[in-house]
Every structure is written in C-alpha cells, then in structure tokens.
C-alpha cells in the first residue's frame, strides 16, 4: 500500500483504540486518543524503511537513508539465519524488502524500545518527532501528491511533539501506538497482491517466511479504487473515534 494508506489506516486504529480504552474506563484521556493516533499513523510507514525509495527511508536525508541500509542489512541476516529451502526472500531474493520489518516481533520489539526511550525524555521526545514527521507526510500525502518539504514536515512534528509534552501523554501510549502502527502496515500489506511474512518465525507449510494474506486481495497504488475506499473510509472514521476520546 502506499504510504498515505498506511498513515490514514494507522491514525484511525490508534485513535479507534484508545478510544476503546478511554470509552471501557482505562485513564485515557482525550490528548491521549489524538496524539497517539498521530503517532499510530507516523508509526505505520516504518515498516517500509526496507524499502530503498519509500516515504520513511527519504524522510530525514542521509540520516534515514542510512538507517534503511541498516534495516535491510539486518533484516537480510535474520532471513539467512532463519531461512528454509521453501523461502525465496522476495523480490531481490535476499530477504530485504517485507520481510524482518514486515513481522508482527518487529512491531513488539519496536514498541519495547520506545517504552525503554520513555525512560529519558530527550530520547522519547526524539522518537515522537521521528514519527510524527512521518505522520504528518503521510497524511497530507492523502490530499496532496507532492513530497512535503523536509522543514514543513519537521515544523509540524516539532509542534505536535511539544503538545505530547504539554498534555502529559504517557510513553506507555506512545509506546504502544508504536507497535499498533507497525501492525496496522502488516496487515494492510496483508491485503495486497504480494502479502507478508505473517506466521514469522512460525513455519507455515515448510516456509518460514511464507507470504500470506487476506482471502481477497488487490493490487496497490495510485490507481487502485479498492486503496482509495480503505484510505478514505478509515479517514472518515477518526472523528468519531475522537469524539469517543472527549467523551
Ligand atoms: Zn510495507
């Protein structure tokens, strides 16, 4: 999917769940459901920083371009060290894009990091901005098709970090927002023709990283109808979702 799916799909999940939470007496409050659906969204492109030219891996120049090296040099050793002889590693058979990144771990993993970050708040505030810039491109991704510019882009994350800070949202739910956004980009890769590493590391008929999907899938891309309805439905949900947050 692309990257203004991914963000529209991220911020209506984390929104529709804490609000979820809120709504069931958890002490989450109405910040809470708007920021951290804000970083839900941001959080769902990072999957595709295994992906040489995709909105994260461009997002913050050299520095992002170096961490998308690094992402698919790791994620090409775990696929070595994991590999059965069924597994054919995707498209550049080395285990590099939807694959480490693409798994429902890596998500676990990502979100134990930020709950780690939480811990200094400089390091937590980093983070925040990171995705929220990621956010911010992604969304306004789905109205406009151009490349937001990198100090906009930054503006923005930079002021909805401070409102992160201002209205106390807790690293918990940042944290969790986190490894929501990374699972709504699977399961939304899910859904397209490719599919994703889902059972990883579980071996699925001999194949450790087999790629699965939803019964019904479709191609992606700007000119695909059934991405457009997914984007502009889960758009349409947020604002009840935030009205549920301020009830
Ligand atoms: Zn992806």
């Not at 295994?50 to 090296?69: C, F, I, K």
């Not at 930054?154 to 956004?181: D, E, H, K, R, Y």
Request: include cysteine; hydrophobic fraction near 55%; proline fraction near 5%.
């Amino acid at each position: 999917m692309m990257g203004s799916s991914h963000a529209a799909t991220g911020v209506a999940a984390g929104a529709a769940v804490l609000a979820g939470l809120s709504w069931a007496g958890a002490p989450i409050g109405f910040a809470d459901v708007a920021f951290g659906g804000m970083v839900c969204a941001g959080a769902a492109l990072l999957p595709d920083l295994d992906h040489p030219t995709s909105t994260a891996t461009l997002s913050q120049g050299p520095v992002s371009a170096a961490a998308s090296r690094g992402v698919r040099a790791l994620s090409s050793v775990v696929w070595r060290a994991t590999r059965t002889p069924q597994d054919r590693g995707g498209r550049d058979a080395d285990g590099t894009h939807r694959h480490l990144s693409h798994t429902v771990p890596a998500a676990v993993a990502c979100g134990a990091a930020v709950a780690a970050a939480g811990l200094w708040w400089p390091a937590l505030a980093l983070v925040v901005w990171v995705v929220f810039s990621l956010a911010v491109r992604g969304l306004v991704a789905c109205w406009k098709d151009r490349r937001m510019r990198w100090a906009e882009a930054s503006g923005a994350a930079l002021l909805l970090t401070i409102g992160v800070f201002g209205f106390g949202v807790g690293p918990l739910v940042v944290a969790g927002m986190v490894a929501l956004g990374m699972v709504v980009h699977v399961l939304g890769d899910a859904l397209t023709v490719a599919g994703v590493p889902l059972a990883w590391p579980l071996r699925v008929r001999g194949a450790r990283w087999r790629m699965v999907g939803a019964p019904l899938r479709f191609r992606t891309g700007r000119e695909s109808p059934v991405e457009e309805v997914i984007r502009w439905g889960a758009l349409g949900t947020t604002p009840a979702w935030l009205l549920v947050g301020l009830l």
